[in-house]
């Protein structure tokens, strides 16, 4: 059975960092797009970033780039999130995702087709 499992939120101050982990059971991350996505209470979900475990390629939504930074570690099916300098506003339960082929600069949930329970990040001020 296919399974993905965000993992490694908590809660943290303001300005700290965090790092999440997205792991896959029942397939490899082999010519998959795997992105993190977010949402806050009263929010519609949103994407975060992407990699594509054909070409190593990475995408992220423009609000996060330069504090965020998605890397990965195919031969143990895991990919992490490193969230650095982070704020209130980033407080939201982080999912991650999976679907076949390359990563896009535009996020739409629907086009995923696997994904996991999620994991809350507090950021408080």
């Known amino acids: 059975e296919v399974q993905l499992q965000a993992s490694g939120g908590g809660l943290v101050q303001a300005g700290g960092s965090l790092r999440l982990s997205c792991t896959a059971s029942?397939?490899?991350?082999?010519?998959?797009?795997i992105a993190w996505f977010r949402q806050a209470p009263g929010k519609e979900r949103e994407g975060v970033s992407c990699?594509?475990?054909?070409?190593?390629?990475?995408t992220y939504a423009d609000s996060e780039k330069g504090r965020f930074t998605i890397s990965s570690d195919f031969a143990k099916n895991t990919v992490y999130l490193q969230m650095n300098s982070l704020k209130p506003e980033d407080t939201a339960v982080y999912y991650c995702a999976a679907e076949v082929g390359p990563c896009s600069d535009t996020y739409y949930p629907y086009e995923y087709d696997y994904w996991g329970r999620g994991t809350q990040v507090t950021v408080s001020s």
């Open positions: 990699i594509s475990s054909g070409d190593g390629s990475t």
């Open positions: 029942g397939f490899t991350f082999d010519d998959y797009a």
